[in-house]
């Protein structure tokens, strides 16, 4: 098994702010937005994680954003079987 490529904020926009994901669900003040890349792989975005940061978004169903402007606090990329494979967590 390989190991998962641990990324920066900065490192995760640079890489993936262009790609476009959809408003996939809702738990715990974080909502999830996710996306099936060129390759197959999925990545998954989370945006908020406080009663506080859920306000400044206005979340639809079927919404849809680039990452760069979700600015989010959690995202990992999973292959087609379901493996991780990178992620990065804002400090």
């Not at 490192?11 to 262009?18: A, C, I, Q, T, V």
């Not at 909502?31 to 306000?55: C, E, H, P, Q, T």
């Amino acid at each position: 098994m390989d190991d998962i490529i641990e990324m920066n904020y900065d490192e995760f926009l640079e890489k993936y702010g262009d790609v476009e994901v959809t408003f996939s669900s809702y738990y715990k003040y974080s909502f999830r937005y996710a996306a099936v890349l060129k390759n197959g792989n999925r990545i998954i975005v989370s945006v908020g994680g406080n009663s506080d940061d859920i306000y400044k978004l206005e979340v639809y169903n079927d919404d849809c954003h680039t990452i760069g402007w979700l600015q989010p606090t959690y995202g990992y990329v999973t292959d087609t079987g379901g493996v991780l494979i990178e992620e990065f967590v804002e400090n």
